[in-house]
């Protein structure tokens, strides 16, 4: 499907309007292009809701209408405009929840640095000790690979990623994952099981890997080094 740029955007991601909740429309789906067309737009729906975007389903198919019959209603500057118009509100909208995400995070390491049992380290890194080992073997380089289990939430609670819940160790070169977890693992033994704080600027700051962590989270991971790899 051919999509056409407009001022930094696709035409898919032009939320016109909000949809109104009027009844759905019955449509008879009985030839193959009844069902390919409904295919396209059902496809185009599920970009929409991906998206979350809300938009005028009316709008959306008066244009098609339109442009199948060579017609316009709307100049291309306006459209223009428009798009552009929506674009500043949402990057707006944007900033003050990652502004507001950024507060929140340094607000609760603030009040947990005060806990008793929690260790604070320079960068920021917070930590307590779960369970400890029998305090033997080395601690771990950067260089080299670890085998841990581990369980990361959002400050409230909320679970992003989780080894034990899949209950399959991750095995990974601790020079390559984030700061805050090189940093933490260097200091702990095989056996140990600890409980991580970590600021969002040595967690994943504002670039976030997934939609489950919002830009610029502090986040909690329990973590257990299973074993050590030298490299």
Request: proline share 3%; net charge negative; with cysteine.
């Amino acid at each position: 499907m051919k999509i056409i740029k407009l001022a930094g955007m696709s035409v898919l991601g032009l939320a016109l309007a909000a949809c109104n909740g009027e009844q759905e429309k019955q449509v008879k789906l009985e030839s193959d292009m009844d069902k390919v067309s409904y295919g396209m737009g059902l496809n185009i729906g599920k970009n929409f809701k991906q998206q979350e975007l809300t938009m005028n389903v009316d709008a959306i198919a008066a244009g098609m209408r339109d442009a199948l019959a060579d017609k316009q209603q709307l100049d291309d500057e306006i459209i223009k405009a428009a798009a552009e118009s929506i674009r500043d509100r949402e990057m707006e909208k944007r900033k003050a929840l990652v502004d507001e995400q950024a507060k929140e995070g340094i607000n609760f390491l603030v009040e947990n640095a005060k806990r008793e049992g929690i260790t604070s380290t320079e960068s920021g890194l917070q930590y307590e000790v779960i369970t400890q080992g029998n305090g033997e073997g080395e601690n771990p380089l950067a260089t080299d690979v670890v085998s841990v289990h581990y369980h990361g939430t959002l400050i409230d609670g909320t679970v992003f990623d989780s080894s034990v819940e899949r209950k399959q160790p991750a095995e990974f070169p601790l020079n390559a994952v984030i700061k805050g977890w090189t940093e933490a693992l260097q200091l702990m033994k095989v056996g140990d099981k600890w409980k991580l704080y970590l600021p969002s600027d040595i967690a994943y700051g504002a670039r976030s890997p997934s939609p489950k962590i919002p830009a610029n989270s502090a986040l909690i991971f329990e973590v257990e080094l299973l074993e050590i790899k030298k490299s």
